[in-house]
């Protein structure tokens, strides 16, 4: 499986973001799709998940309310809708696919995931 994350950018304390992450292969709508991030001087930190049909989601406190995780199994792409966001948001985000047929249980860690994209930057001006 291949991920490849974009639509990070500059934007201003308040603005939105749209990331989105295209994933090769056939058996993308049995893969937990996650995103996360890594801000300067931190370490990788959970964002948000979906489950493979997309009707299960759980987001992290720090972003709930304003992130949003959906999926669209026939293109193959999971996305990562952000408002209000926050000087805090700046990091660089990364999409992260499991194995098949796992339970979303637990796929809170980055233990849960074993493929990753590059990464996305995202810089939230004050």
């Known amino acids: 499986v291949q991920l490849q994350a974009s639509g990070g950018g500059l934007v201003q304390a308040g603005g939105s973001l749209r990331l989105s992450c295209a994933a090769s292969?056939?058996?993308?709508?049995?893969?937990?799709m996650g995103w996360f991030r890594q801000g300067p001087g931190k370490e990788r930190e959970f964002v948000a998940s979906v489950s493979g049909s997309g009707g299960t989601t759980v987001v992290a406190d720090a972003v709930k309310g304003r992130f949003t995780i959906s999926r669209d199994n026939a293109k193959n792409n999971v996305y990562l809708q952000m408002n209000s966001l926050k000087p805090e948001d700046t990091a660089v985000y990364y999409c992260a696919a499991t194995e098949t047929w796992r339970s979303i249980g637990g796929c809170d860690s980055p233990s849960c995931y074993g493929y990753w994209g590059q990464g996305t930057l995202v810089t939230v001006s004050s």
């Open positions: 292969g056939r058996t993308f709508a049995s893969r937990i």
